[in-house]
């Protein structure tokens, strides 16, 4: 077999070395095109994770300490090595999480780019002067917040576990990483290109494991200083009073269910066409995807048929197969959701205008699906689908428009498309999301903010914001030495 095409075994990355794990407990990691079992591996032990935190534990002043020029370095190099491995990475990432190849290997180098973003401002943390009478001097400083714990989970095996390191390493803080069992190979890869590329031992550390166990153990040690978590809703609450037991500061990023509100001014085609690409990445399995497509009445109807013609000519497969364009789910569990909520759908009034059909035989298939007079409390519309499904509704009003779309949990990202600046300028204030996309789907960039607002979190990843959640300051108030005669200074 090629060696691009090897799936690698699977280990814990503690201390500086890479060591199986000694549970009594395993975990199979699934081809989700297949069912295939590409690897078997033991769980992490109590004593491995205790080694783990104690290297964190160790290794935290010396890599405060170092330069943020050398630290820059390291971190650049990390990112020049997933480039130089992006083949091999990539076929990985397809057969573990299911993603055509050109996603996988687009993630790669995504990743590269916010890698050496953050390399690059790491060297700008800066403090700053205030002004004082002339016996005191008024500085501001900042420093790491200390060890860092962090959680990733299956959809970007790669890009979050990137977003993850890059940010706190960059700050000076060393983290432990707890990545998704079910897609370890991506992460295996990010950790390998830090270490190659120098970073110390117990500077990053890569733990699977039971997750609700780890990060208990790993929460309570009293070591952790900050909490950085990619995932869902609940285990945002759980990790989150967690945290505030044990006085750790925390950037949640849970989830979004994104609306999209495309007024009748615009290219049609092009905009449905842009909006049905982003909808289907990935399988829909995007936090910051469009999920809830509000389209005009004077559009409507073109509109729809625009995604048609688009969904007709998506290829599904296995994601390692020539032409595929759209893969399985990454797990069973999300096509018994996805059935479910259509379903539920169809029984509110919904229409299938094509797919709803899930394949019989193996593999994570879903057909890619477009729904029409989709009721507004349908599950399809009120919760994250995280699935194939693109479910439109028409409007009237662009008020009743803005009502609709801020009527929900979540505030990841919002889309408007629409020739108006007057409207574009009124949308971006009013919809209520961490993120607006105006005439476009893209909200996620290594120079720009990337977090939410109500349920979907809170905190922020890439731009200067990512790294400064790592940073916290310290306000030095100096005066001149104690001396007879100088009186109190205030």
């Known amino acids: 077999m090629p060696a691009r095409e090897m799936y690698p075994a699977i280990e814990q990355f503690i201390d500086g070395r890479w060591v199986d794990g000694e549970a009594g407990t395993f975990e199979n990691v699934l081809d989700p095109a297949t069912a295939e079992v590409l690897a078997t591996y033991p769980h992490i032990s109590p004593g491995q994770l205790d080694r783990a935190l104690d290297a964190l534990s160790r290794s935290a002043r010396s890599w405060r300490d170092t330069p943020p020029l050398d630290r820059s370095d390291i971190i650049r190099g990390a ?287 879903v057909e890619p699906t477009v729904l029409t007079e989709v009721a507004d409390v349908s599950t399809v519309f009120a919760e994250e689908i995280f699935g194939p499904v693109m479910p439109i509704t028409r409007y009237h009003d662009l008020d009743d428009a803005i009502t609709r779309a801020n009527a929900t949990t979540y505030g990841l990202a919002s889309f408007v498309f629409t020739d108006s600046l007057a409207k574009a300028h009124r949308m971006a204030r009013d919809l209520e999301a961490g993120m607006v996309g105006i005439n476009t789907t893209v909200v996620s960039r290594a120079e720009t903010p990337f977090g939410g607002i109500k349920a979907s979190g809170h905190g922020f990843e890439s731009g200067p914001e990512g790294v400064d959640v790592y940073l916290r300051r310290k306000a030095v108030l100096e005066h001149d030495p104690v001396a007879p005669g100088r009186g109190v200074s205030h």
């Open 79 to 365: 990112a020049q090595l997933l480039r130089e491995r992006s083949e091999q990475i990539a076929f990985a990432v397809s057969r573990e999480q299911g993603k055509p190849l050109h996603e996988a290997r687009a993630e790669v180098h995504t990743s590269a780019e916010i890698i050496d973003w953050c390399a690059e401002e790491g060297r700008r943390t800066y403090g700053r002067i205030v002004p004082s009478s002339g016996d005191s001097r008024l500085m501001v400083t900042t420093e790491p917040v200390g060890p860092v714990a962090a959680f990733t989970p299956w959809n970007f095996p790669v890009l979050t576990v990137a977003r993850k390191i890059a940010p706190a390493l960059a700050a000076g803080c060393p983290l432990i990483v707890k990545a998704s069992e079910e897609t370890p190979a991506g992460a295996m890869a990010v950790v390998s290109a830090f270490a190659d590329a120098g970073a110390p031992p117990g500077v990053v550390n890569l733990v699977f494991g039971v997750p609700a166990e780890i990060s208990e153990y790993v929460l309570s040690s009293g070591i952790v200083r900050k909490v950085s978590l990619t995932g869902s809703v609940p285990v945002g609450r759980t990790l989150s009073r967690l945290a505030a037991e044990h006085d750790i500061r925390t950037t949640m990023e849970l989830g979004g269910n994104a609306p999209v509100i495309v007024e009748p001014d615009i290219d049609v085609d092009e905009v449905a066409l842009r909006c049905a690409t982003s909808k289907f990445r990935n399988a829909g399995q995007v936090c910051n995807s469009p999920s809830r497509f509000f389209v005009h009445t004077a559009v409507h109807d073109r509109f729809v048929a625009a995604v048609q013609r688009f969904v007709r000519d998506i290829r599904v497969g296995a994601g390692t197969a020539e032409g595929t364009t759209m893969g399985p789910l990454a797990n069973a569990r999300r096509v018994d959701y996805v059935r479910k909520a259509l379903a539920d759908a169809v029984d509110r009034g919904a229409q299938i205008v094509c797919g709803g059909g899930i394949p019989e035989g193996p593999g994570n298939f």
